[in-house]
């Protein structure tokens, strides 16, 4: 169901993403990338790649040596492709078909895995934390980037008006597909937040896990140390 969803917005996904975040989409995955490792010619993973928006930044810093982006909508991959072509990062930055709950990757593969707005949609959030776990050198990083529910009371009652009434009119006007962004609202109502989050991942095997928030809690950073 969440594919034949992100195919089917694929044209619209980057222009509203701009629109409901008003322009700080771009700002959360460049503070994402703050969080890569020391190092050079790093090999990134970045799962559920979408249109490219998170392997282009990644391709555009200089510690990172290959970006390898997984994503199963070929909708959005094929638009992310252009992008990574217009970007001149072909050579650094590929985009393969591919289930993140199942990566046709060798264990200790990468130094680091990334994810932005991708985890939440994973139709089993435990089974993709261990593979990006698996595929994880020791002591490699994972950089979550994912939409959170404020914890303060006000901020969560006007968070929650924006998500079911805001997003789905939004959403709707631009795309004519507004079931898609009722779905994005209510998985992210649903989507465990703060130190639920940190539990979930540590149960995946991770050790050190740091959580960052950023627009008031509206978005949080998970940085999962293997
Ligand atoms: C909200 S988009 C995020 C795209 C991109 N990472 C970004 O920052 O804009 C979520 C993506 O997750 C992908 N996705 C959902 N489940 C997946 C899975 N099991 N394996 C790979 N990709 C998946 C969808 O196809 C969609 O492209």
Same mark, same amino acid.
């Given at each position: *169901?969440?594919?034949? $969803?992100?195919?089917? #917005?694929? +044209?619209?996904?980057d222009k509203v993403n701009r629109v409901l975040s008003l322009g700080m989409d771009r700002r959360w995955r460049q503070k994402a990338v703050h969080f890569l490792p020391e190092g050079s010619a790093l090999r990134v993973l970045d799962l559920a790649a979408g249109t490219a928006e998170m392997?282009?930044?990644? =391709?555009? &810093?200089?510690?990172?040596?290959r970006v390898t982006g997984i994503d199963c909508a070929e909708e959005m991959l094929r638009l992310g492709r252009l992008k990574v072509q217009q970007q001149g990062l072909t050579g650094k930055v590929e985009l393969i078909a591919g289930d993140a709950l199942a990566l046709a990757f060798k264990d200790h593969e990468f130094d680091v895995v990334t994810a932005a707005f991708g985890v939440r949609n994973f139709p089993d959030l435990m089974q993709?934390?261990? &593979? %990006?776990?698996?595929?994880?050198? +020791?002591?490699?990083r994972c950089i979550i980037l994912e939409f959170s529910m404020p914890s303060g009371w006000w901020q969560k #009652?006007?968070?929650?008006? @924006?998500?079911? *009434?805001?997003? +789905?009119? $939004?959403?709707?006007?631009?795309? =004519?597909?507004?079931?898609? @962004?009722?779905?994005l609202g209510r998985s992210i109502r649903a989507f465990p937040s703060?130190?639920? *989050?940190?539990?979930?991942?540590?149960?995946? =095997?991770?050790?050190? #896990?740091?959580?960052?928030?950023? %627009?008031?809690?509206?978005?949080?950073?998970c940085v999962a140390t293997r």
């Open positions: *169901m969440t594919i034949q $969803i992100f195919d089917a #917005i694929a +044209p619209d996904y392997a282009i930044v990644l =391709g555009r &810093e200089a510690r990172v040596g993709g934390l261990a &593979e %990006a776990f698996r595929v994880l050198k +020791p002591g490699g #009652i006007g968070h929650s008006l @924006y998500l079911g *009434m805001a997003v +789905p009119l $939004i959403g709707g006007l631009f795309t =004519g597909k507004k079931e898609a @962004y009722c779905y703060g130190e639920r *989050m940190g539990r979930i991942i540590r149960q995946a =095997g991770f050790g050190v #896990i740091e959580r960052y928030a950023l %627009a008031m809690g509206a978005v949080t950073i």
